[in-house]
């Protein structure tokens, strides 16, 4: 879903987000792309190909109050993403399997901050991917194994 709304919840009203996979995009542009080469063709005219792809199976953005006004709602909101990744090699191996929670370090507390809290939020995702398996490749090391898929969970 690139563009969708996240209704009122738990005194945070609701937010609209759009343009989500750009905002993914460029997460990993700002983070992880130096960690990857770009697609090539071996041969001419031949399909593209990498070292190693990202593929996200679910990036999911919510927002969640840190602190709250005596009459109700919310005073402080950081952005929360969820998410599971695999990191594929060129032969199509799954060499990891990664999920997590990302939580923007900075609370969104006036009008316009959700857009700024999601952005940290998909940037701490990214720092805990390379943590989780780049780094241990960028070493030649293999990151911990790829736990089996289970079907309906870690598969799409």
């Known amino acids: 879903r690139d563009s969708y709304y996240i209704p009122e919840q738990n005194g945070v009203t609701g937010v609209p987000v759009e343009q989500w996979r750009a905002t993914l995009r460029a997460g990993f542009a700002n ?3 130096p960690f990857f ?15 190693f792809t990202l593929k996200f199976l679910k990036a999911d953005l919510e ?8 009459g109700g709602g919310a005073a402080a909101v950081v952005a929360r993403v969820t998410w599971m990744a695999q990191i594929i090699a060129e032969n199509g191996e799954v060499v990891a399997r990664l999920k997590g929670e990302a939580i923007s370090k900075n609370p ?3 009008y316009g901050g959700s857009g700024r809290t999601a952005a940290e939020a998909v940037a701490q995702m990214y720092e805990e991917i390379a943590d989780k398996a780049l780094r241990p490749l960028s070493e030649g090391k293999a990151p911990a194994p790829a736990a089996p898929a289970v079907k309906g969970v870690n598969t799409l």
């Not at 927002?63 to 005596?70: D, G, K, M, S, W």
């Open 31 to 33: 983070g992880l792309a």
């Open 37 to 51: 080469k770009p697609a090539y063709q071996k041969t001419p005219g031949g399909p593209y190909t990498a070292d």
């Open 63 to 70: 927002f969640t109050p840190v602190a709250i006004y005596r």
């Open 108 to 110: 969104w507390v006036d």
